[in-house]
């Protein structure tokens, strides 16, 4: 059955209204005047008639009237009346937005990956006349572009394109289906990728190349810095080996990073403490502190 296709019954609530009003007047002229049958046979059939013209279309839709096979025009929405027998009401195309979801199952990527991707395309019909005329089934069409596209870019993409960027290829798949549906006087808003579903062994696979990866980006994080670091190291040595002074004083300061942690122990070369002559500066620091505790 053709789904683009929605045809209403053809009575509706006003036609049902003139319907049963004419039928009424036929009866009550029948029995209190003296008319024939025949003229109340031509009445109901007249009635017939005139409740048949009338059609309404909803606040959404147009209704595609032809004549005698022939497209004639659009009408509604609101109330519209036809010629009985000669026109008929082909079709009321609805203009609000649609959604539609398609897919694409076990497809290749250009890394010969298999897999699923689900997607939603939201589109409306802006020329009803071509979308009337231009295509049988535009519904059915729409979706089957949909789906032919979404494989077409799959198989034009790696993985990891597909994975990071869902909304370029969801851009690429947009116009290829303007480019296709436009002609038929629809237009296609938006695409969204919703899902992409791979093989479970590829996404450990994936899942380990990952680790790895950062892993080794944090080796060599730490090799620069071992390296930056030695540099430093270097460039300090040319500096203290130019000023003795200096490297006494680094020292020096060592040291007392060293002393300042309660309990600590620090063992220092006795040829260390006579060329930065800390001897007498160590002693008189303990006899200073021996004092201070009597």
């Known amino acids: 059955m053709n789904k683009s296709i929605r045809r209403k019954p053809i009575l509706n609530p006003i036609s049902v209204t003139v319907l049963l009003v004419l039928l009424v007047t036929n009866v ?71 959604l539609t979801d398609f897919k694409a199952e076990e497809t290749l990527t250009k890394d010969t990956v298999p897999v699923n991707v689900d997607a939603v395309v939201y589109w409306t019909v802006w020329d009803v006349e071509k979308s009337a005329l231009e295509v049988q089934n535009y519904i059915s069409a729409v979706s089957y572009i949909a789906q032919t596209g979404l494989r077409d870019i799959i198989g034009k993409h790696e993985l990891a394109d597909l994975l990071q960027n869902r909304e370029r290829i969801a851009e690429a798949l947009q116009s290829t289906l303007d480019e296709h549906t436009n002609p038929w006087g629809i237009t296609c808003q938006t695409v969204g990728i919703k899902d992409i579903v791979f093989p479970e062994a590829l996404a450990d696979a ?48 060592m040291l007392f990073e060293g002393l300042k942690e309660k309990g600590s122990l620090v063992i220092v070369p006795s040829s260390a403490l006579e060329s930065m002559n800390l001897g007498a500066i160590g002693g008189l620091t303990a006899l200073a502190e021996s004092q201070a505790n009597k």
């Open 28 to 98: 009550v002229l029948y029995f209190f005047t003296s008319i024939g049958q025949v003229y109340i046979i031509a009445g109901i059939l007249v009635s017939a008639l005139v409740a048949s013209s009338i059609r309404i279309a909803d606040q959404w839709e147009k209704a595609v009237v032809l004549r005698m096979g022939k497209f004639v025009g659009l009408r509604g929405p609101g109330l519209f009346f036809i010629i009985p027998i000669l026109d008929r009401v082909d079709n009321y195309i609805d203009q609000r937005v649609r």
């Open 206 to 253: 994936m899942s380990k190349q990952a680790q790895a990866e950062r892993e080794r980006q944090a080796r060599i994080i730490l090799g620069t810095a071992e390296t930056e670091i030695s540099e430093k190291f270097k460039q300090a040595s040319q500096n203290y080996h130019d000023n003795p002074v200096a490297l006494q004083l680094r020292g020096m300061n």
